[in-house]
């Protein structure tokens, strides 16, 4: 079996990264969305006495922040539109360029890997023992979530990103 029908029958699994990435789109958007309109009832809260305070809003506003970015930042990986250093490429050659493409994924994947391990042991020690100050029956485990949740979409996402690139070392375009 060739290298190029090696990488077609693997390529199959595309959809699930797709349908993965539509969902965590969709969830962004949701807290971006949402963010937007509590700082609005926020802010016209304070102005306009008709409207009632709202104690939850700037913890709540803190929090989904917290999903939108680690959920984007997730969908950067995969677009590969994260920050990445490319002053040297036009003094490379293609193949080592190609190179040092996976070894970058493989230093980002070991930064996922962290992220989820670290961001779970977070949220439960930490997260666990408290609770939100405008919202006593809600446990922190809530705000610090984003970070092993983005971890291992990031990671999910980094090891579609190493495959293409050791795809496009193994097969020429076209092929």
Known sequence: MTAVAVFNKIDKIKPLFDAVYF????????FLASTVLIACLMVTGRYITIIPFFPWTEEIILTFMGYMTLLGASLAVRRRAHIRMVALDPFLNKTAIK??????DIAIIYFCMLLLTEGWTYAQTIGGRGTFTSMPNVSLFWRFLPIPLGG??????????LYNNIKAFFVKEGD
């Open 99 to 104: 190179i040092l493409d996976i070894i970058a």
């Open 152 to 161: 291992g979409f990031m990671l999910f996402f980094s090891i579609e990103v």
């Open 23 to 30: 969902v965590i789109l969709q969830f962004a958007k949701f």
